[in-house]
């Protein structure tokens, strides 16, 4: 059948309005309008790290999308978005800190409202993943949260996830759709070889059995040992006290380099450092890859002065910068290059995967 006249102008324009194939393998271009019309990116943010997504967005070369999100004055959530993402390609930045349950309400309704705005896809990136220690039942009665997480961003419409460091692997499958676990361990390796001298004469400690997997990683990467810390109560009572002692490996004259995922008390770090010391480690540093609030309350902040350890080095998939000012210590890696990279690989079909194998090596990209 043929085409009536107006339907064939439209789809004379359609076609001349085509963009060129040199802009097919990137959306990062010099005008940010370009990118946001031709290649359909929308990028928003919550409010629980507006820094990281303004740093992302910056990398990028694109504007976030205005978006207001505010508390009524009964606690309830109030999501507005300025601009049409019909169609688009929406990218939801929101991490699970500090508010972790306030912050993970904001996601969901975000999403939602994306949804009902008829988005083609939505990618929640969550640096830091709410609940994400709550993996299995562990003992009677205990809840499964992160399962519960995983359900509710599939309900509220969520099509994609961009996570780091989870606790657990096995997270990714409460999911039925995509997931994709970004990793800290390239920064946490190029840090220690720009910033300590004699990082070949290191041992990575992990402070538990669960962390092995990623110490051994991370010590075959730069061809050095590792080492096992083991922790115990003193005698049987959830309040008794506790003490580490070196399982494996030998710290005696040694730089150790604590390597975790996940902070919070800081009792872990303060029994780990002290067993080190004891043990005749000659330097410690700890890197750990989410320093949560907890850490970072005024009585804790004194206690990591206080640690016999010459830094602490966090990632700032949790907001870090009010904690750098308070504590000489605490120093931060800023993992904004890597989320912005994943989010345009993520819309222009291309491998995540790359950005964390022999590849990235080459190429020098951490």
């Known amino acids: 059948m043929a085409l009536l006249p107006l339907a064939e102008a439209h789809l004379s324009l359609l076609l001349s309005s085509t963009l060129p194939s040199s802009c097919n393998n990137s959306f990062l271009t010099s005008h940010p309008s370009d990118m946001l019309h031709g290649n359909s990116v929308r990028i928003l943010t919550g409010n629980s790290h507006p820094e990281l997504a303004q740093a992302v967005v910056e990398r990028l070369n694109v504007p976030l999308t205005p978006c207001t999100v505010k508390n009524f004055s009964n606690g309830e959530i109030n999501v507005k978005i300025s601009e049409s993402i019909r169609d688009e390609d929406v990218f939801i930045i929101q991490s699970g800190c500090s508010d972790v349950n306030d912050n993970l309400m904001e996601l969901l309704i975000l999403i939602s409202a994306c949804k009902g705005a008829s988005a083609r896809r939505i990618t929640a990136v969550i640096p830091c993943f709410p609940y994400a220690r709550m993996d299995k039942k562990d003992k009677s009665r205990a809840p499964i949260t992160a399962k519960l997480v995983a359900n509710m961003l599939a309900v509220a419409g969520c099509d994609h996830v961009i996570t780091m460091d989870l606790h657990a692997s096995q997270i990714q499958g409460f999911f039925d759709f995509p997931v994709d676990n970004l990793y800290s361990e390239p920064l946490m390796i190029g840090w220690i070889k720009r910033n300590i001298p004699d990082w070949k ?19 075959d990467k730069l061809g050095i040992e590792f080492a096992l810390i083991h922790r115990q109560r003193m ?9 580490m002692e070196v399982l494996v490996g030998d710290v005696r004259d040694k730089i150790a380099i604590l390597v975790d995922d ?19 480690a000659r330097q410690i540093y700890a890197l ?58 993520t ?11 022999d590849w990235a090596e080459e190429a020098n990209l951490y």
């Open 262 to 280: 996940m902070i919070d008390s800081g009792n872990t770090l303060v029994l780990a450092a002290k067993s080190l010391k004891e043990n005749g």
């Open 347 to 357: 819309h222009n079909g291309e491998s995540i995967s790359l950005l964390f194998g």
């Open 201 to 219: 004469e290191c041992i990575i400690v992990s402070p538990d059995a669960g962390g092995a997997k990623r110490v051994t990683a991370i010590a």
């Open 235 to 243: 005698y049987k009572s959830e309040h008794a006290p506790e003490k």
């Open 288 to 345: 750990i890859s989410h320093g949560t609030a907890g850490l970072f309350s005024e009585t804790k902040m004194s206690r990591i002065e206080e640690l016999p350890i010459e830094q602490l080095v966090v990632t700032n998939t949790v907001p870090q910068t009010e904690h750098q000012a308070e504590c000489t210590k605490l120093f931060t890696i800023d993992v904004s290059p890597t989320i912005a990279e994943s989010i345009r690989r």
